[in-house]
Each structure stands twice: as C-alpha cells, then as structure tokens.
C-alpha cells in the first residue's frame, strides 16, 4: 500500500516554497507575477496535491475494508472527510476478474498442519525383567550407556545419527525409575496413569515422538543392559529407530518385591523445536481477508441487481453506480490477489512443518 507519507508531499511543499520565492522576488510585476502563482497553484493543486489525495484515499478505502485502519484513528478521520467525492481512477476495470474469483472460492483453500503425536507410541512390552537373580553384576553408568546405546546404532546402521543427551529426558527417566521403586511396579503406565509422554508435557518438553525401554534386574555392567535391550525386538526397534534425534538415561539401584536389584530407563525423543509450526497469525489474517472479499462481493452483487432497475434515461445515477462498482471490483480483485499470495505461503509453512514431523 502507497503510504500517507510519500515523496509526494515533499513536492509540494518544494511546490509551495517556489511559490513564495517568486512572490518575494517578483512583487513588483504584479500582473506577471499573478498569472505565474495562479498557474503554479493551479499546477500544484490539480496533479500533485490532487494526485496525494488519489493515492490517499485508495488506500483508505480497501484499509478500511478489510479491516487494517480502525474508527477513530487519525487517518481512517482524515480518509472520513476529505474522500466522501473520491473520484474512482478510470484505470479499473468495470468487470470482475472471473479468473481471481475463480481462485479465491475454488482453488484458495488453506491446508491443516498435522497434529505431532501426544502420547508414547514406542513403548515395547517390559520384558528385560530378571527374577531370582543375585545382587552381583555391574553397576550401571548413564553416560556409558548412552556410549553403548549409540554404538549399537552405528554398528546396525551407520547412517543413524548418535542420539544426544538431553537434560529434560533424563528428568523424565529419573522421576520414571523413582516412580517405580516407590510405587513397586514395572509398567510403563504407573498405578495412577503417569508415564513418559505426560511427564514430558508436565517438564515442558514439546515433542514430536517419544518412546521409552525400562529394565530391571542386576547385569553385567552398562554395556550387559544394553545387550539386554538389544535382544528384545521391541527395545531394539527404540534404540535403532531413525527419527529419534535425543535420548535421556537414569539407573537407580534399590528394593523391589524383596530384592536388590536396579532399574534403569531410556526415554527416546524427538523434540517439536527442530519443526517451525505454521504462523497462526498468517492464517488468521487470511481468514479476515476472505470475509472481507465475500463482503465486498455482495455489495457488487447488490448493486448489480441495482442497475437492472435504473431507467435508461437516468445516467448520472447509473453512472455514479457503475463508478461504485468499479471501485468495489478493483478492491476485490486485490483483495483475491492478496488471498492468493498470502495461501501459498501458509501452505508452504504447513507442508514443510508435515514433512519435518512425519515419522517413518
């Protein structure tokens, strides 16, 4: 849009300093002088403060029509009293563009981004579960089972990234493990319903997907845990699975049904921070723009039905209809122009977000 501030005003105000320097230089040819002003003025008012007002009052009626100068501001007043006889340039078409109003209605349709997944969809059967084994074996260490867990991965697939720590998952496995001692259970899904996708909305981690492998019992040491999970089909899906970009490790050694055993926790997550989510905002002014044109184009409509009923004879009032109806085709097709260009763009935010979220 042309701004109410323009390299416009500067003329005239050079405009205008001529004219007094003329005046102040030339008082004594009256009669030059006065035809000289009078042609300057005639000049500055009919192309350059009348071009300002063109340009101003354009931009003020498709402002206000869709909604971006509210009543009350300064220049929706100023737009108010100086455009009620704003003439419609004769450069817009008294047809509406059938091809935008094509578009707009059948081809401008905004498309919905996926929802990221809200639950753990990765969490294979406890089965790393050792009954009637004796205290002995290793302890367990969190970084090298994370050195463990993605060696594995590159030994099974050396294009899989090595998974990185990631302080809010290992939160997760700890509150996990706690849990578990505490509760005397080995579930994913605790007796009151927690489990390691809640914990992650309660600890603020957005994620895309989230998985998580518990063990219990004594083992030989971080790498024999590891082997563990690497020979339960379902833990070794989690560990080699390709979408997953961080990884968070808690091992608690404690009493359970009796016995002194550990239990240990992977929680697996891809956060939602790597995929940029459409702009809200976009969308919503879309939507503001797309009740405005259906505005716009009822009132053509209307005054449509209005000019099969003017007599022929009539043509000022036909003309002044015509003129209105102009003006209203000219906003729309912009408007359709703008709803194009602004539907594309959302669409390409959400198809890029769709593919960043997708998990194979």
């Excluded at 359709?336 to 763009?345: G, H, L, M, T």
Aim: glycine share 6%.
């Amino acid at each position: 849009m042309i701004p109410f501030y323009n390299k416009r005003i500067v003329i005239l105000f050079l405009s205008i300093s001529f004219v007094f320097l003329v005046l102040f230089c030339n008082v004594a040819k009256a009669s030059t002088f006065t035809d000289t002003v009078s042609g300057i003025i005639n000049f500055v008012s009919t192309k350059i403060v009348g071009q300002i007002k063109n340009d101003f009052c354009k931009n003020y009626i498709l402002s206000l029509s869709i909604g971006e100068w509210k009543d009350g501001e300064l220049r929706t007043n100023l737009g108010k009293r100086f455009c009620i006889s704003y003439k419609v340039p004769t450069d817009l078409t008294n047809k509406i563009n059938q091809t935008s109003l094509l578009n707009l209605n059948g081809n401008s349709n905004i498309s919905n981004p996926e929802l990221p997944k809200t639950s753990s969809i990765n969490n294979p059967e406890p089965d790393i579960y050792m009954t009637n084994v004796g205290v002995g074996g290793g302890d367990l260490n969190v970084s090298q089972i994370i050195m463990f867990t993605n060696n594995a991965r590159k030994d099974n697939d050396q294009s899989l990234v090595d998974l990185k720590y990631n302080s809010i998952l290992s939160n997760i496995a700890e509150i996990r493990v706690k849990d578990m001692f505490a509760e005397q259970y080995f579930e994913h899904n605790s007796p009151t319903g927690d489990n390691a996708s809640k914990e992650a909305v309660k600890n603020g981690y957005s994620y895309i997907t989230i998985g998580e492998n518990i063990a219990l019992g004594n083992f030989n040491g971080s790498k024999g845990i590891v082997n563990a999970w690497m020979d339960s089909p379902g833990h070794r899906a989690n560990i080699l699975n390709k979408n997953y970009t961080e990884i968070g490790v808690y091992a608690m050694q404690g009493m359970y049904n009796g016995q002194s055993v550990w239990i240990a926790t992977q929680i697996f997550g891809k956060p939602m921070t790597g995929c940029t989510s459409p702009e809200v905002i976009l969308k919503d002014k879309i939507t503001q723009y797309k009740f405005s044109a259906d505005s716009i184009l009822n009132n053509i409509k209307n005054i449509d039905t209005e000019l099969k009923t003017i007599s022929a004879a009539d043509t000022q009032t036909y003309n002044t209809k015509v003129s209105e109806r102009n003006a209203l085709a000219g906003l729309y097709n912009n408007l359709a122009s703008e709803i194009k260009a602004r539907v594309a763009d959302y669409n390409k935010e959400v198809s890029a977000f769709n593919n960043c979220i997708k998990t194979l």
